[in-house]
């Protein structure tokens, strides 16, 4: 749903509420689980769109921790 805060409305609008910080942190560690299966089924398979989808997938939940922790050490 990166990119695309129209789905996470949808999502949280059928789910009835928004999603707890516990339930944050499950779904990102869900999307690195998924992005890695991508990775290593990308490239068992020479599938170079699932291998791209999943490293851009990992770059942004890095990019996304690092913000976060930064943001973390100058509060």
């Known amino acids: 749903m990166a990119g695309r805060p129209d789905l996470l409305a949808a999502l949280t609008d059928g789910y009835g ?7 944050l ?4 560690v869900l999307e690195a689980l998924d992005a890695v299966s991508g990775i290593q089924y ?5 599938d170079p769109e ?3 989808r999943g490293l ?3 770059t942004r939940l890095d990019a996304t921790a690092k913000a ?3 943001q973390e050490s100058t509060t």
């Open 42 to 46: 990308g490239a068992a398979t020479d």
């Open 25 to 28: 942190e499950y779904l990102t």
């Open 17 to 23: 509420r928004p999603f707890a910080a516990a339930e």
């Open 68 to 70: 976060a922790a930064q």
């Open 56 to 58: 851009q997938t990992l």
């Open 50 to 52: 699932l291998l791209e």
